[in-house]
């Protein structure tokens, strides 16, 4: 039986994909952003971030994230990693595919910085939490980071420091 090219789309287009977009930002102190989250009774660290809307690019959808969740404006210094491997949602059935970038601050930071991982606000009842921390380059660990992806984007970008 052979199948027509719609056919074949219509199987294609059931596999879906979730494209994100984080940003690795080092302050002055080298100290790198990181997000601890509970969302969904889950919780992780990552980059701060997030997905690509309809419509979007890339670095656009970056200077949204970053403004929409700390409130910053940034400028991209050069991209970092982009997944090559199979990853699934821990969310949901969608393949991730997640692309990194370096990125520095163009206003000051105005967040409410924790010491502690997952240091959320308890008075606060709400369906996503988050928690941003600064880490000494040095001191973070790429098991410190929850998803495989981000782990390898930071063990990439440390690379990167090293030349």
Not at 15 to 42: A, C, H, K, M, P
Not at 61 to 66: I, N, P
Not at 149 to 156: F, G, L, N, V
Request: proline share 2%; aromatic share 14%.
């Amino acid at each position: 039986m052979e199948l027509c090219s719609f056919t074949l789309f219509i199987i294609y287009s059931m596999y879906l994909f979730n494209v994100r977009v984080y940003g690795i930002l080092v302050d002055e102190y080298d100290r790198v952003l990181i997000s601890d989250e509970r969302t969904q009774n889950v919780s992780f660290t990552k980059f701060p971030g997030g997905g690509l809307e309809y419509g979007e690019g890339l670095i656009d959808a970056l200077k949204r994230e970053f403004l929409e969740e700390c409130n910053m404006e940034i400028d991209i210094v050069t991209h970092v990693y982009t997944t090559d491997f199979y990853e699934k949602s821990s969310f949901n059935n969608s393949q991730i595919l997640s692309i990194y970038y370096q990125v520095k601050a163009l206003n000051t930071v105005q967040l409410d910085i924790k010491d502690k991982p997952f240091d959320f606000n308890a008075d606060i009842l709400v369906d996503k939490q988050e928690a941003f921390r600064l880490v000494g380059t040095s001191v973070l660990r790429p098991d410190d980071l929850t998803f495989k992806t981000d782990q390898i984007a930071w063990q990439t970008f440390q690379k990167l420091l090293e030349k």
